[in-house]
């Protein structure tokens, strides 16, 4: 499969399209790219006019003494209870205090986004129906980063998020497996 060049317009739409092939089930869609790219954006986009559409954020599965992301909770908290037709309920990391934080709800049968750097890496395990990488050159990706994060952590961007980063693209080339491929700087 080749990546096919698109828009943000055109994410939205493939993603409606995607949800009224399956009004009865869930459907995941997986929004994948470095940090700062622009995925958290164009899933808040989608989950703006796509009925029945709700985001998960990788970060939420994430913390400061996890190495990558934990998947193997995503599967248990999300991916299991979904697929089975029933609903999910994960909780979100709480990253200051570095403990689990509030529960949210999903309903079976949810246009289901997951977002975030490296979403659709294979051990995740999602049986994806659409899935996107969000591109952006480097030097816009870590202003973005110095914007939202500040100044104190670009050392965790530069020495800890990117490199790890860089080692999943190599290993795992979502940029080429995935459906769509969207400029984030667009």
Excluded: C
Excluded at 47 to 54: D, L, Q
């Amino acid at each position: 499969m080749t990546p096919q060049p698109a828009s943000r317009t055109d994410v939205v739409r493939a993603v409606r399209r995607v949800a009224e092939q399956f009004p009865d089930r869930t459907v995941f869609v997986g929004i994948d790219g470095f940090g700062g790219a622009g995925k958290s954006s164009l899933a808040d986009a989608i989950t703006a006019v796509v009925p029945r559409a709700a985001v998960v954020r990788v970060d939420d599965f994430w913390g400061p003494n996890i190495a990558e992301w934990d998947w193997a909770r995503f599967g248990a908290q999300v991916l299991r209870p979904l697929l089975a037709g029933e609903p999910a309920r994960y909780q979100v990391w709480n990253w200051v205090g570095d403990v689990g934080g509030e529960w949210v709800e999903l309903a079976s049968g949810a246009v289901v986004v997951v977002e975030g750097v490296s979403s659709t890496r294979a051990e995740a395990g999602v049986p994806w129906d659409l899935t996107v990488w969000v591109e952006a050159p480097r030097e816009v990706r870590l202003a973005r980063a110095l914007e939202r994060d500040g100044p104190h952590l670009m050392h965790r961007w530069l020495d800890d998020w990117m490199p790890s980063e860089d080692r999943y693209a190599a290993r795992e080339r979502p940029q080429d497996r995935v459906d769509l491929l969207v400029n984030g700087t667009a």
